[in-house]
């Protein structure tokens, strides 16, 4: 089961981490100022969480007399640039925002990150309110290798919920969900093609639709690949399973067209107020509560995928901080992590409505509840998603190649080829991949 996998993989590393953190804070002799005068690089990801960063960074050189130098690049360009630096063995930075649905394999495998375990045990680097235990276990898996080493410190899960129109829940008399199987036939009755209402709407773009399917699939309580990455799990009974509901929603529930959606369709065709569900990202949620953009600002819905035949899973895709090996200044760079990753700028992240940061406790901090835009129901949902959440992709070196290889799969089922075959035959197509990858 992927929810005991999600406390026994690593546990060397994960079940020792709250003692480790107790003894460095019953003992501490913290100094934020203990390397005033240095200076720091840091490398970010351009996204709403970095905006934060930036906006805040006057705050971390005063509290610690670190002088900082930070830079937002595109994720498309980062993202290459930063294992092209690394691998150089000469990084231009000593702080990097790491997409580890991504690069964590890359990175893990190369060794190219300090594990955080020995910082966060060491009671003069680590600040005794900081508060490890209140990171969501689904992140710090996550941002674990499997070793057991913890290379970086979780900073934000952008989880998968279900966005729903009440308004169109409340026409047809009928309620949230509370299964998958459930999804369908309500998604099946509100779909009526002569009005233009669709019950649902989900990625069909192939590479972006990946998301949607893996979502489905840890409804089965089952990954794509085998924890140790070698063998991949996409032919199973399970899987096919997952694509076949893939299909299903889409072949019959979604608009003419979104064989091509990627979010922006989606997003754009839900806001119109003519879909009943759609699946994806949280950090998509703020234009549907704009009035310039949404003709369902009072009637949007937020809510946890409903549960699968086995479980029920949030589909997670996380940033962290980490800090690169072959820095020069560590020590100035784990005090940025341990201040990025605080309750303070957490709770800012959430509270301005820059993401969903990994600490549970801003969800409940009443100066952060109430600025929130999004309201109590979207909170609820982010906080529930947050317990529950698992990889959205699979953790191995090649994810682009198999997001391409099983997402034009994906595409063929919506045009109506069997889920069982395209399955096995993007399993069969992409194993080789996989094993040359694993090999070196």
């Given amino acids: 089961m992927i929810r005991r996998r999600t406390i026994l993989q690593g546990s060397a590393g994960l079940l020792a981490m709250p003692a480790i953190v107790s003894r460095a804070n019953a003992a501490s002799s913290f100094d934020w100022?203990?390397?005033?005068?240095?200076?720091?690089?840091?490398?970010?990801?351009?996204?709403?969480?970095?905006?934060?960063?930036?906006?805040?960074?006057?705050?971390?050189?005063?509290?610690?007399?670190?002088?900082?130098?930070?830079?937002?690049?595109?994720?498309?360009?980062?993202?290459?640039?930063?294992?092209?630096?690394?691998?150089?063995?000469?990084?231009?930075?000593?702080?990097?925002?790491?997409?580890?649905?991504?690069?964590?394999?890359?990175?893990?495998?190369?060794?190219?990150?300090?594990?955080?375990?020995?910082?966060?045990?060491?009671?003069?680097?680590?600040?005794?309110?900081?508060?490890?235990?209140?990171?969501?276990?689904?992140?710090?898996?996550?941002?674990?290798?499997?070793?057991?080493?913890?290379?970086?410190?979780?900073?934000?899960?952008?989880?998968?919920?279900?966005?729903?129109?009440?308004?169109?829940?409340?026409?047809?008399?009928?309620?949230?969900?509370?299964?998958?199987?459930?999804?369908?036939?309500?998604?099946?009755?509100?779909?009526?093609?002569?009005?233009?209402?669709?019950?649902?709407?989900?990625?069909?773009?192939?590479?972006?639709?990946?998301?949607?399917?893996?979502?489905?699939?840890?409804?089965q309580d089952q990954l794509t690949v085998t924890p140790d990455g070698k063998k991949l799990l996409t032919d199973t009974p399970e899987a096919i399973w997952a694509a076949d509901f893939y299909a299903k929603t889409m072949r019959e529930c979604a608009p003419p067209g979104s064989i091509g959606f990627n979010w922006n369709e989606c997003q754009t065709s839900f806001a119109q107020g003519k879909i009943g569900m759609w699946l994806d990202g949280v950090g998509f949620s703020a234009p549907l509560i704009d009035p310039k953009a949404s003709k369902i600002v009072h009637d949007v819905g937020f809510a946890v995928v409903p549960k699968g035949p086995k479980a029920q899973h949030s589909a997670s895709f996380v940033d962290s901080m980490g800090i690169p090996a072959s820095s020069k200044k560590k020590g100035a760079a784990y005090l940025y992590c341990q201040w990025a990753t605080s309750k303070k700028i957490m709770g800012?992240?959430?509270?301005?409505?820059?993401?969903?940061?990994?600490?549970?406790?801003?969800?409940?901090?009443?100066?952060?509840?109430?600025?929130?835009?999004?309201?109590?129901?979207?909170?609820?949902?982010?906080?529930?998603?947050?317990?529950?959440?698992?990889?959205?992709?699979?953790?191995?070196?090649?994810?682009?190649?198999?997001?391409?290889?099983?997402?034009?799969?994906?595409?063929?089922?919506?045009?109506?080829?069997?889920?069982?075959k395209e399955m096995k035959r993007a399993t069969a197509e992409f194993q080789p991949i996989l094993d040359k990858s694993n090999a070196g």
């Avoid at 689904?138 to 279900?162: F, H, Y």
């Avoid at 709407?201 to 998301?211: E, F, H």
């Avoid at 699979?394 to 595409?411: C, H, K, N, Q, Y």
């Fill in 33 to 219: 100022k203990q390397f005033k005068g240095q200076h720091i690089e840091v490398s970010l990801t351009k996204n709403p969480r970095s905006d934060v960063l930036q906006k805040h960074q006057k705050e971390f050189e005063a509290m610690t007399g670190i002088s900082v130098g930070s830079e937002q690049i595109p994720e498309q360009q980062q993202r290459p640039k930063a294992a092209l630096e690394m691998a150089s063995g000469h990084p231009s930075f000593d702080v990097l925002m790491v997409s580890l649905h991504v690069s964590k394999r890359l990175f893990g495998s190369a060794h190219w990150l300090e594990d955080m375990r020995p910082y966060l045990a060491n009671p003069q680097l680590t600040a005794p309110d900081y508060d490890f235990a209140d990171i969501g276990a689904g992140a710090v898996k996550t941002a674990t290798q499997a070793d057991g080493r913890m290379d970086s410190l979780p900073l934000n899960p952008d989880l998968w919920i279900i966005f729903w129109n009440k308004a169109i829940f409340k026409a047809a008399g009928l309620a949230y969900p509370s299964s998958m199987d459930e999804l369908l036939t309500t998604a099946r009755h509100l779909t009526d093609k002569k009005t233009g209402t669709y019950g649902f709407v989900g990625r069909g773009l192939k590479n972006a639709n990946l998301p949607v399917y893996t979502s489905w699939l840890l409804g």
């Fill in 348 to 420: 800012e992240i959430l509270r301005t409505g820059s993401g969903t940061p990994a600490r549970l406790s801003v969800y409940t901090d009443p100066n952060v509840v109430k600025d929130n835009k999004f309201g109590k129901e979207w909170l609820q949902a982010v906080m529930d998603s947050q317990k529950i959440s698992a990889p959205g992709l699979p953790e191995i070196i090649p994810v682009t190649e198999f997001r391409d290889t099983f997402g034009v799969a994906l595409t063929n089922m919506i045009s109506g080829a069997d889920p069982a």
